[in-house]
């Protein structure tokens, strides 16, 4: 299985971004249960920034970020997107996607830089 992002780069303050991470190599009986992007700025730990399951039906949020991004994901596709609207200066970080496989697996994505500058 391996992950894919891609979306991130300069953004100005108050600007908008998506960013999207495509999977590959599930089928049978390797398949994902949730789906979620967290993210690391420099010298702070990684967090969860929102996360969906694989039925689409149940998403959650950090604080940080409600009301500003949107969790998605297209089944056909087989990819994540994450929406960044109202972006801050705060959310400069490297975005990494993370899947939840069977077999209790976490596979995760290269990252993809976001950094909101004037």
């Known amino acids: 299985v391996q992950l894919v992002e891609s979306g991130g780069g300069l953004v100005k303050p108050g600007g908008s971004r998506t960013l999207s991470c495509a999977a590959s190599g599930f089928s049978g009986h390797n398949f994902a249960i949730t789906w979620s992007w967290f993210r690391q700025a420099p010298g702070k730990g990684r967090e969860l920034v929102a996360s969906i399951d694989s039925m689409n039906v149940r998403t959650n949020y950090a604080d940080s970020v409600k009301g500003r991004f949107i969790i998605s994901r297209d089944v056909a596709k087989n990819t994540v997107y994450l929406q960044m609207n109202w972006l801050e200066p705060e959310d400069t970080a490297v975005y990494y996607c993370?899947?939840?496989?069977?077999?209790?697996?976490?596979?995760w994505g290269q990252g993809t830089q976001v950094t909101v500058s004037p």
């Open positions: 993370k899947v939840l496989a069977s077999g209790d697996r976490d596979v």
